[in-house]
């Protein structure tokens, strides 16, 4: 048994905490789930421990040891973290565990080969490929005002904003990531496009947050350092894009391996981790919050003696667990 949770700090970083056995049963995922849709949800996890898939993906795992403490008012650092939050809180989404697209094998292609795709008789087929970022396509924004109902462009008319999708009713978006990465595997260069959960996947931040810094078509730091980095890629291509252009643009389904970087052109990295603030600040400061709903833990006690499985057995398989991506 696994849950994983996807954190997100002030700063818009993420990371998934994987709890296991007993853990992964007693965090209410349901309870923050259904809370999470009108308030905001602040936890603090302790005894948790920074692991590392395959040398190049951090994760917090959370094992027996691990516990937390969620919209708990009388904690200052959980009512400090309220504080900098906006009032309106974003509603928390259900995240889902990898398929075995992880595992299954697509047909490897070379971009040689990929760019003799046909758009339309290809549609839907999914191809691997290993290719090197080697820019980003002039001109491109790398965010789009996406739909909030159906993902299609959302665009400004004179009473107000529309969606593109035909019939579509909405008037609302919200940022998501359309970026168009140049890459090459030294056969030929083709457009790879990350749209907004394989761009999180790939940044740790949604498009939203990185918005609130960079305007479209000034492409963050955090983007542009993927440059010089070889991938190993599951791609299909985008039908509606490509008839319009010479070579077939591709949109990344999943990022199988990541390589070590190479030496192309360097632009500044991103930074990392930033730090948390400690604050010293009494409980009097956050009178004027709204209460947090506090969530406990589930009582597995019942569910335990019944299937009567010793805990040791589960909380060992720890060390090969694989994180899961978010599709
Ligand atoms: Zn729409």
Request: charged share 25%; net charge negative.
């Amino acid at each position: 048994m696994r849950r994983v949770v996807l954190l997100e700090d002030l700063k818009g970083n993420m990371i998934e905490l994987s709890l296991s056995g007993k853990r992964a049963l007693e965090f209410d995922g349901d309870q923050v789930l259904d809370v999470g849709q009108q308030h905001h949800v602040i936890a603090i996890f302790v005894g948790t421990l920074v692991k590392l898939y395959k040398g190049e993906y951090t994760f917090l795992s959370g094992t027996s040891a691990c516990r937390w403490y969620i919209n708990e008012n009388d904690i200052a650092e959980i009512k400090a973290f309220q504080k900098s939050l906006p009032s309106e809180p974003v509603p928390i989404k259900k995240t889902y565990l990898q398929n075995d697209d992880a595992t299954h094998k697509f047909e490897e292609k070379s971009l040689e080969q990929l760019k003799h795709v046909d758009p339309f008789l290809d549609m839907g087929q999914r191809y691997q490929c290993t290719a090197t970022i080697i820019g980003i396509t002039e001109n491109q924004t790398w965010c789009y005002k996406a739909c909030k109902i159906c993902n299609s462009a959302i665009i400004q008319k004179e009473n107000g904003y529309k969606c593109t999708k035909e019939g579509c009713p909405s008037t609302q978006f919200e940022w998501k990531y359309k970026i168009p990465f140049i890459a090459s595997d030294h056969t030929y260069n083709l457009e790879f496009m990350f749209f907004e959960k394989k761009g999180m996947e790939l940044i740790g931040k949604s498009a939203s947050t990185l918005r609130k810094q960079y305007e479209p078509k000034e492409i963050p730091p955090d983007i542009t350092s993927w440059i010089g980095y070889k991938f190993t890629f599951v791609v299909r291509v985008l039908s509606k894009k490509s008839v319009k252009t010479i070579d077939p643009s591709f949109e990344v389904l999943m990022i199988k391996e990541k390589y070590q970087k190479e030496p192309i052109i360097s632009f500044i990295s991103s930074s990392g981790v930033v730090p948390a603030e400690s604050s010293s600040s009494t409980m009097a400061e956050y009178k004027e919050l709204p209460l947090l709903v506090p969530i406990t833990s589930k009582d597995i006690e019942k569910k335990e003696r019944s299937t009567s499985q010793p805990e040791h057995t589960e909380e060992t398989q720890d060390m090969d667990i694989e994180p899961s991506g978010y599709d």
